[in-house]
């Protein structure tokens, strides 16, 4: 009988206490209980994640489940997409657009070395165009048309297999890097099959052999020539899939007809096996597209039966895994707030103050219900500010002109109040600016309305504010902030060429720079969540209405996260990047309504002991 170590390839190692890092599958004997034990059995699971900016469907996708792309499709029938989006493990952010719009085509490769092959409509079927991360590039045409190839390889070295323009084909093209030549002919004709693995080990599974019925057949290529391979539990066609020769997922598409299909199946190298449905309903669509071992998948996009923004990653793990997602707080009491105030602290300790029409609320959120602190000295809204659970700084606001150059600071733990006096005025009088800072005595305003929109920026060091290097571009009516009195972050409002705007600065201390620019143009944001390099932001007014759009910033990007369940704008936001609080606001649910955001989670499973019973 074969031992453990010539199954596994490893030996069991003798520990006296369980190691903290085991891989799924790994034994070893602790000495310290006596038993031999093994981490966990591993399960899979297919969870909710971040939309995309817009539907589309029969596209191609790349890389990895936390560096993916996803290009080309249909936006919407018969109209072709030319989009391509980023996916980072949380979210999803533009690409550079595909010189040539088209559907159904290959696709492999990294999320900066990628390949895009053939497609429909013809005569765009012998198109090949390579990604570098940012654009698009034509290289060397197919020398035949067709879509529905299914392709595997890197960048300079793929290959494409099947498609077709009006019957499926055994037909293999090998690309070098700038030009493809043929190759050894597949065992079996299919349109629409999905592949993985390199030129020396590849393999190609599941499609349409004959434009509706889904195949079952798996073959694999190791560098001269192709083996047929155990078949595939449901065939299916218009699926998504990828991989590696040994380990490979393939779900949803149809398995015939218009029937949709909600199988995942996963390839170990012999045989495949079921694994979690694909979500159902719209989640379960023709034509998704995105990159996938036989452990990790991410899938996006689909037809069901138009296009869907759905997302959804897979994971075959012992861990837990929990979607990113928004859920009801404690609502805010009376009639709740309008927002146009100062909000700080964490998702479990926050102040929100003023408000509309020139409010002195001020109210304390545990975590669940909120409490009345000590009234603003002077009703005031549209302020600017920033602050901790701790302490909160307002500065200048009104609902016109001329605007307030007044200071506020507040301390919960004394639970009062403190009017700054001059110097403690600010310079430039001010409305719906922004406000970076963690504490009462180290932050900067910038930004806002005076009437018009200004640059001015201004330091403050717990006693006087100092004007300070200028916003490159006049911004007001609402920006978002977030961020320290060094490492600030301000984003969306309105500039002069721009009523609802995307883009974003940072602040280092000295001078402003541009960052990278919003998915969701937006303005009266009035707030944020986190830091210049893990920022989160919801919300905001769009022309007309509220959003429920929520954005993460890295430092370099955004990207896309979990919708808030109501639309709002000037809601209060605090907390931090994976755990944020949204409390009342314009539009949508209603001036009461509190959301709270967690990010996802995965969460290791137990060990377990062996017996003999």
């Known amino acids: 009988?074969?031992?453990?170590?010539?199954?596994?390839?490893?030996?069991?190692?003798?520990?006296?206490?369980?190691?903290?890092?085991?891989?799924?599958?790994?034994?070893?004997?602790?000495?310290?209980?006596?038993?031999?034990?093994?981490?966990?059995?591993?399960?899979?699971?297919?969870?909710?994640?971040?939309?995309?900016?817009?539907?589309?469907?029969?596209?191609?996708?790349?890389?990895?489940?936390?560096?993916?792309?996803?290009?080309?499709?249909?936006?919407?029938?018969?109209?072709?997409?030319?989009?391509?989006?980023?996916?980072?493990?949380?979210?999803?952010?533009?690409?550079?657009?595909?010189?040539?719009?088209?559907?159904?085509?290959?696709?492999?490769?990294?999320?900066?070395?990628?390949?895009?092959?053939?497609?429909?409509?013809?005569?765009?079927?012998?198109?090949?165009?390579?990604?570098?991360?940012?654009?698009?590039?034509?290289?060397?045409?197919?020398?035949?048309?067709?879509?529905?190839?299914?392709?595997?390889?890197?960048?300079?070295?793929?290959?494409?297999?099947?498609?077709?323009?009006?019957?499926?084909?055994?037909?293999?093209?090998?690309?070098?890097?700038?030009?493809?030549?043929?190759?050894?002919?597949?065992?079996?004709?299919?349109?629409?099959?999905?592949?993985?693995?390199?030129?020396?080990?590849?393999?190609?599974?599941?499609?349409?052999?004959?434009?509706?019925?889904?195949?079952?057949?798996?073959?694999?290529?190791?560098?001269?020539?192709?083996?047929?391979?155990?078949?595939?539990?449901?065939?299916?066609?218009?699926?998504?899939?990828?991989?590696?020769?040994?380990?490979?997922?393939?779900?949803?598409?149809?398995?015939?007809?218009?029937?949709?299909?909600?199988?995942?199946?996963?390839?170990?190298?012999?045989?495949?096996?079921?694994?979690?449905?694909?979500?159902?309903?719209?989640?379960?669509?023709?034509?998704?597209?995105?990159?996938?071992?036989?452990?990790?998948?991410?899938?996006?996009?689909?037809?069901?039966?138009?296009?869907?923004?759905?997302?959804?990653?897979?994971?075959?793990?012992?861990?837990?895994?929990?979607?990113?997602?928004?859920?009801?707080?404690g609502a805010l009491p009376g009639s709740g707030r309008q927002g146009y105030g100062v909000g700080t602290g964490t998702q479990t300790a926050s102040i929100i103050a003023g408000g509309p029409p020139t409010s002195t609320q001020n109210e304390f959120y545990d975590g669940s219900a909120w409490t009345n602190l000590a009234s603003i000295p002077s009703g005031v809204t549209n302020s600017q500010g920033f602050g901790d659970a701790e302490e909160l700084l307002m500065a200048g606001g009104n609902t016109g002109a001329p605007y307030s150059a007044l200071t506020y600071v507040y301390s919960r733990p004394g639970n009062s109040w403190t009017a700054v006096s001059s110097p403690g005025n600010i310079n430039t009088a001010r409305a719906l600016g922004a406000g970076c800072g963690a504490l009462s005595t180290a932050g900067i305003i910038a930004g806002g309305d005076v009437p018009g929109l200004t640059t001015a920026t201004e330091n403050w060091n717990g006693s006087a504010w100092t004007t300070v290097n200028a916003l490159p571009t006049a911004t007001g009516n609402g920006v978002g902030s977030c961020g320290t009195q060094t490492a600030g972050l301000i984003f969306s409002g309105e500039n002069p060429g721009d009523s609802t705007a995307e883009e974003t600065y940072e602040w280092d201390g000295t001078n402003w720079t541009s960052g990278g620019n919003r998915s969701t143009g937006v303005r009266a944001v009035r707030g944020g969540a986190g830091t210049q390099t893990a920022a989160l932001t919801f919300g905001g007014w769009l022309d007309p209405g509220g959003s429920v759009s929520t954005e993460g910033y890295d430092g370099t990007s955004w990207s896309t996260r979990p919708n808030m369940a109501g639309a709002a704008a000037n809601n209060f936001q605090t907390g931090t990047q994976t755990a944020a609080l949204r409390a009342g606001g314009t539009d949508g649910p209603g001036y009461t309504a509190v959301e709270e955001f967690t990010s996802a989670t995965s969460v290791a499973g137990p060990a377990s002991n062996i017996t003999t019973s």
């Open 1 to 329: 009988m074969a031992g453990y170590n010539e199954i596994k390839g490893l030996r069991v190692k003798y520990l006296s206490a369980d190691p903290s890092n085991a891989e799924n599958g790994q034994v070893w004997y602790n000495s310290t209980s006596g038993n031999l034990r093994v981490q966990g059995i591993g399960a899979s699971a297919w969870v909710s994640t971040s939309l995309l900016p817009t539907g589309k469907y029969y596209g191609s996708g790349a890389g990895s489940q936390t560096a993916a792309i996803i290009f080309a499709g249909l936006s919407s029938a018969p109209t072709l997409s030319p989009a391509t989006y980023h996916y980072n493990g949380s979210g999803w952010s533009n690409g550079g657009n595909i010189n040539t719009g088209r559907r159904s085509t290959g696709g492999t490769g990294t999320e900066t070395a990628a390949l895009c092959v053939g497609g429909f409509p013809d005569p765009v079927g012998n198109k090949t165009e390579e990604y570098n991360g940012s654009s698009w590039t034509e290289t060397g045409n197919l020398p035949r048309q067709g879509h529905g190839m299914g392709t595997f390889g890197t960048e300079p070295a793929a290959f494409a297999c099947g498609g077709g323009t009006s019957s499926a084909t055994t037909t293999v093209d090998v690309y070098n890097g700038s030009s493809w030549t043929s190759g050894t002919a597949m065992s079996t004709a299919r349109f629409a099959a999905q592949g993985g693995g390199t030129t020396s080990a590849g393999l190609i599974f599941g499609g349409d052999p004959g434009f509706g019925a889904g195949s079952s057949a798996t073959e694999s290529w190791n560098g001269s020539s192709w083996t047929t391979l155990a078949t595939m539990n449901t065939g299916r066609t218009d699926f998504a899939g990828g991989g590696t020769q040994t380990a490979a997922l393939g779900w949803a598409g149809r398995s015939s007809g218009p029937t949709d299909s909600i199988k995942t199946e996963s390839w170990d190298g012999t045989s495949w096996t079921e694994q979690a449905n694909y979500p159902t309903g719209t989640n379960a669509p023709q034509g998704s597209s995105g990159p996938a071992t036989s452990t990790a998948a991410v899938a996006a996009g689909g037809a069901a039966p138009g296009p869907v923004a759905t997302a959804n990653e897979y994971n075959f793990s012992t861990s837990t895994f929990t979607a990113a997602a928004w859920a009801s707080g």
